[in-house]
């Protein structure tokens, strides 16, 4: 089945210690986003690509990068976690295009990060 | 900037009866499209129903239905025949027609309960 990957559903890392997410998926869709969810709370937008144009939102930390290097991938790169990073991270991918307008996003399962 | 509001954190509703679950929203723009998405504890969030503004007719799939009220910019979502599985976090979501537009704006959530 076609599908939006997250690996892995589980991240420890170390306060300050660089930390990368990654993401795939089958659909072909051409817009990936990245949000992070912190519990019971609404996801929150950090970025979307459309294609490889890259759209980061005003309130997205600048420690927040990622990369797309194909229509397949995503990376989500937390250059120096802090406490408050600790949340789910939540990869989502959709269609775009005439008539499209309609159509869900499509997301992975998340990854948990911890900080300690 | 559109703006989507869930004015009920938590509800609650005893098997095989039917709740609704309240979703107002805030745009200028006259096309655009609701979602709902459903997120299990620890699951996957997943699209449950999807309407286009231009279409007067509620959108309906299976157990679930929605009561879309342009003019009062209402989107609530009804349940009927509640079962165990449906307990989850329920997100709306609105999303522009706007061309170049790809962005989902999601409430904070309710909470869904249902009772044995």
């Known amino acids: 089945d076609a599908m939006v990957i997250q690996n892995p559903r589980y991240q420890v890392t170390q306060f300050g210690k660089p930390v990368t997410l990654s993401c795939s998926q089958t659909?072909?869709?051409?817009?990936m986003y990245w949000y992070q969810q912190k519990s019971s709370q609404a996801p929150k937008l950090l970025f979307h690509y459309y294609d490889k144009d890259f759209n980061n939102e005003a309130d997205t930390p600048d420690n927040f990068q990622s990369r797309r290097p194909n229509t397949s991938f995503c990376f989500l790169d937390i250059r120096s976690p802090g406490l408050g990073d600790a949340a789910m991270y939540l990869c989502a991918t959709s269609r775009a295009g005439t008539g499209s307008g309609n159509q869900p996003q499509h997301f992975g399962d998340g990854t948990r990060l911890s900080i300690l | 900037a559109q703006t989507v509001t869930q004015s009920q954190p938590e509800m609650s509703v005893q098997e095989a009866e039917t709740v609704t679950l309240s979703c107002t929203y805030d745009t200028s723009e006259s096309d655009y499209y609701l979602f709902w998405y459903k997120q299990p504890p620890s699951r996957q969030m997943i699209l449950v129903i999807r309407?286009?503004?231009?279409?007067?007719q509620n959108a309906t799939e299976n157990r679930f239905s929605v009561n879309f009220q342009k003019a009062a910019k209402s989107f609530s979502l009804k349940i009927s025949d509640s079962q165990l599985g449906d307990a989850a976090m329920y997100f709306c979501a609105y999303r522009s027609a706007a061309p170049g537009t790809y962005k989902y704006i999601f409430g904070t959530g309710t909470r869904l309960k249902v009772l044995a």
């Open positions: 309407q286009e503004a231009y279409k007067q």
């Open positions: 659909l072909n869709h051409n817009v």
